[in-house]
């Protein structure tokens, strides 16, 4: 199942990590939710493919330790979504579509 693009609605902010908002239910080590809100990946669907750390033209994205997640034991952090230029690059070549962008969410 792919990340809800509408996870802003139908979740609460109930954490920040590296000055970005973390999106609930969050349940450690198995349940870790949404990090980032204009860059937002869902840590739950993650599975470490990589491969948006290494298209990301501003580098985004940074390797986190989730030691105990079914899916994977890292994970594609945000951590600088604020420089993100909305190449949608990261959105595209995701193979389990983790990952939304939308500036727009960041300033409602
Ligand atoms: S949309 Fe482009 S710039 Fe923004 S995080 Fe994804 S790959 Fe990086």
Redesign the pocket.
Known sequence: MPIDPDFAHNRDVVDEHEGHDVWGPVEEPETLGIHGTH?AVDFDICLADGA?LE????D??EWVETPGHPESERKAD?AN?S?????????DVCPVDA?D?NPARAEE
């Open positions: 860059v948006c298209d990301c033209p501003v985004v994205f945000p979504e420089s993100c230029i909305d190449c949608m690059l990261c959105v990952i962008v």
